[in-house]
Every structure is written in structure tokens, then in C-alpha cells.
């Protein structure tokens, strides 16, 4: 006899599904039954390859494109999702960038283009998705932050300070939805082994002083991610709202033991 599963009938909208965490990420509620739409703004291939994947494990997959720059299109893209027939339960906001700068040497556009995918794009898509769930009496929004909002630094100032505006934004609507039946939260990864960072990782002495600093001796991987946001998305989880999980091997709670900051063991 086949066990059902926990989230089956449930359909979740992941955007930046292109990325190698957003990829976990639907992964995971996949695995949990979730019925999947997979944005992606210039990641068509990638993408789809995952669609394929999913379908031939029984999920249904669909595929959306958007520029989350064109801050003035988002809302018209959600309210599109909502046009179908079926409904959008889970919200996970993968998608950001991050585009590293010395602080005093920021080009015009810099921290408006952060504050534009990182934090107006999840609002745009929230104030649009999340009113429906409330309506259902059901719901689940997970953001996915950073540590270096815990740990900033200065070359990733706009970054950070557009994760740590992401927590504040998460927190203040999720006091508004809890009695519905809507939880948000902030999944925050920390130091992570993505593709985008193979070249790095790939140099020893930068894995080396990276592990060093991390308690749980090793870099993070995409997975790691995905089972957080998997128990958030869950029945579970359902008195778990406002919060920030950092998913960083316990580097928020300071450098290694024997590591001095700025240094490596």
C-alpha cells in the first residue's frame, strides 16, 4: 500500500528554480508531492531539464519566464499564474542577485537593481499569492536569505542589506496572515558549493580557509537547503512563522573554535 504524500495536491511556485538551490529546492517539494511551477529569467535549458526530471517522477512541472529588473511587470506576472485553474499554496522566493563591488566604487543602478529582485519582486509576487491562501485558510511563503545579513561585508553591502530588508518584509507580513492559516519565513544559506562558485571551490587554499571558519567543518551544498524548506512548506511547520533559519553549518555562531577573524587555521 502506497503511503501518501504529505503535500500531495499542493502546488508551489519557485522562482530562481534555475539556480542549483532553487533546483534542491523543488527537489524537495517535489518529493513531498508538490506540484511545481519553475521560474527562471535567463535559465530556459536549465530549467527544463529539471521540468523533465520532475515529470518523470509523476509532479507536474510548468515553466515561467521573468525579468524580476522590470519591477513594473511583476505584479501583472503573478496575477497571471493566478489566472489558471489551479491554485498556488507554497511561495518560495529563490530568485536574487549578487553582484559584488568595493563599497566607495557602487555604479549608478547598483543597490536599486538589488533592492528591485531581492526584496520589490517578492513583495510584487506576495501582495499578489499570498491574499488567496489566506482566503483558503492554507498557505506557505519561504524567502530565501543569507547569512550575510547576519555577517556582512562590505563588498556585498547592497546585497546584504537587501536580505536583511527581505527578513524584515517576511516578518511584517507574517504577523498579518498567521491567523489564516499563512506562514513566511526566511530560509538563510550560508557559505554554499554551487556550480557558480565551482571555480573557487575548486582552488584549494579557498575551500581550505572557508571550511576553517565553518563550525560543521565543511562548505554547504545545494541539498542542505532543501530539506528547511521543505519541513516550512509542511503541515508540520504550521506554528512556525517570522522566523530566519540559518542553514549555515553554524557559522552564525561564530568563526570555527581556534579561528581568529580574518584568519584560517
Not at 122 to 136: G, H, I, K, N, W
Not at 167 to 177: G, S, Y
Not at 180 to 194: D, F, L, R
Request: charged share 20%.
Amino acid at each position: 500500500m502506497n503511503t501518501p504524500l504529505p503535500l500531495a495536491g499542493r502546488r508551489a511556485l519557485v522562482t530562481g528554480a534555475d539556480s542549483d538551490i532553487g533546483a534542491a529546492i523543488a527537489r524537495g517539494l517535489a518529493r513531498q508531492g508538490v506540484d511545481l511551477i519553475l521560474h527562471h529569467f535567463a535559465g530556459a535549458e536549465t530549467a527544463s531539464r529539471l521540468a523533465d526530471e520532475l515529470r518523470a517522477t509523476g509532479r507536474g512541472a510548468a515553466l515561467v519566464q521573468q525579468d524580476f529588473l522590470d519591477a513594473g511587470s511583476v505584479g501583472p506576472f503573478a496575477r497571471r499564474l493566478l489566472s489558471g485553474a489551479d491554485a498556488i499554496d507554497i511561495l518560495v522566493h529563490c530568485a536574487a542577485i549578487e553582484r559584488r563591488r568595493p563599497w566607495a566604487e557602487t555604479p549608478p543602478g547598483h543597490v536599486e537593481q538589488h533592492m528591485a529582485v531581492n526584496v520589490a519582486a517578492f513583495l510584487s509576487l506576495a501582495s499578489t499569492l499570498v491574499p488567496p491562501m489566506a482566503e483558503r485558510g492554507w498557505g506557505r511563503v519561504v524567502a530565501i536569505g543569507s547569512v550575510m545579513a547576519a555577517r556582512p561585508r562590505a563588498e556585498t553591502v547592497a546585497y546584504a542589506a537587501t536580505k536583511a530588508a527581505l527578513f524584515t518584509a517576511v516578518r511584517a507580513l507574517a504577523r498579518d496572515v498567521a491567523r489564516h492559516g499563512v506562514t513566511m519565513n526566511v530560509v538563510s544559506p550560508g557559505a554554499i558549493e554551487t556550480a557558480r562558485m565551482a571555480e573557487r571551490y575548486a582552488d584549494p587554499d579557498f575551500r581550505a580557509a572557508v571550511t576553517a571558519k565553518i563550525p560543521a567543518a565543511r562548505p554547504g551544498l545545494p541539498a542542505d537547503i532543501a530539506g528547511p524548506v521543505a519541513f516550512l512548506c509542511s503541515n508540520e511547520a504550521a506554528y512556525v512563522t517570522g522566523i530566519n533559519l540559518p542553514v549555515d553549518g553554524g557559522w552564525t555562531i561564530g568563526d570555527a573554535p581556534g579561528v581568529l577573524p580574518g584568519e584560517t587555521k
